[in-house]
């Protein structure tokens, strides 16, 4: 296994009032602070900073995972950062593999997050050039400071396409994550894949497929026995998501309509969805949508763990539109709870090619 000791540098990006943020930035309706997480490092071949997921370790290390690059779409790298202070600073990008001219794949879509059996944090991510792709993943036990490669050589090459979401704990040491297909996987180039590990993240299983939707960006969510797929849509359902249930962990799938619909008039799509159990309310599910494009914002909807019916509860954030400004890139949600009921937002706002930091809304649930 090859292993990453990178030395970390503590962000200089701190708490800011919010007096002292710039005018496109993002505010909370409510009073929320809003605030940068991750500062985009002055290397700009990494400087685009994008894609964010989040998990807590059993000692409270925030680590964040996400894509560290030049421009959207393009020449992006898998990265973290952590946090030893309950998310108030966050060490500056660690990237685990770099992706663009001259390497194999020229950029990483997307990644899945997850805790093992163990503790140990996994992640996922893809690399693909045009029409070939392949998984790639790690495995920290130190909580985020380093990380070992995992084997992911049944998730490829052109087997699959991005790797997304929540990697989910099953019982029996399993471990579960999804996907989407890619133009050139075979036999699949549509629809939502899983793939299954039964030791605890060491190695990846094989993909099938969860249904051939023309739709992306899952999420994986297991409220008790159950397993949902929170999943966004393509084409004509842009602005509509959907969600996959399984009822004997994966074996057999329905897919069917979501209720969660835009709340603003002028939204054309819903960014990659977000989802979870409510965790002080296990019959609670919370959703996230991120509506685009600006002014866009960020929607909190509640929804029955039973019926999968949504109600909304609120706009998290409001981000303006100025003419003229160049930082209209933004979206993916990603919340993480923390004690009680408080819980960190993290998203991307900034350029689509240049710098774009990572931003954390502070709120509760």
């Known amino acids: 296994m090859r292993r ?9 990006a701190t708490a800011a009032a919010a007096a002292d943020l710039p005018p496109w930035a993002a505010h909370a309706p409510n009073g929320d602070s809003v605030r ?7 290397n700009q071949r990494f400087e685009h900073l994008a894609w964010p997921k989040a998990v807590r370790t059993a000692d409270s290390t925030i680590v964040l995972g996400y894509l560290a690059g030049t421009h959207h779409g393009s020449e992006s790298c898998p990265a973290v950062s952590i946090s030893t202070d309950g998310g108030k600073s966050f060490t500056q990008p660690q990237v685990l593999r770099e992706f663009g001219p001259g390497k194999d794949y020229g950029n990483s879509g997307n990644m899945a997050l997850g805790i093992a059996h163990d503790g140990a944090v ?20 130190d909580s985020g400071r380093t990380w070992q490669e995992v084997n992911t050589s049944a998730l490829g090459p052109n087997k699959t396409g991005s790797s997304t979401g929540t990697i989910v704990q099953l019982p029996g040491n399993k471990l579960m994550v999804t996907g989407h297909y890619r133009e050139g996987s075979k036999p699949y180039v549509s629809g939502i894949w899983q793939s299954i590990s039964t030791d605890d993240g060491l190695t990846w299983g094989e993909p099938h497929m969860v249904n051939n939707l023309n739709a992306g960006e899952p999420v994986l969510v297991r409220s008790g026995n159950q397993l949902l797929v929170f999943i966004r849509g393509r084409g004509p359902a842009a602005t509509r998501q959907f969600v996959s ?33 409510n965790p002080t309310k296990p019959s609670e599910l919370i959703a996230v949508t991120f509506e685009r494009p600006a002014p866009g914002s960020a929607q909190l909807w509640r929804g029955d763990a039973k019926t999968l019916k949504f109600k909304h509860d609120r706009t998290l954030i409001e981000l303006p539109k100025i003419e003229g400004d160049l930082n209209t890139d933004f979206g993916y949600a990603w919340l993480l709870p923390m004690e009680g009921r408080k819980a960190l937002v993290f998203y991307y706002h900034g350029q689509k090619h240049g710098p774009n930091p990572i931003w954390v809304l502070e709120t509760e649930l």
């Open 36 to 42: 940068v997480a991750v500062t985009p490092p002055s």
């Open 245 to 277: 249930v399984s009822n004997d962990w994966g074996e057999t799938w329905r897919t069917d309509l979501l209720n969660i619909a835009p709340i603003n008039k002028h939204t054309s799509s819903l960014a990659h969805p977000f989802a979870m159990v």
């Open 122 to 141: 996994l992640l996922l991510a893809h690399g693909h050039t045009a029409n070939t792709s392949h998984i790639f993943g790690w495995r920290s036990t």
């Open 4 to 12: 990453f000791s990178t030395l970390i540098f503590l962000s200089i």
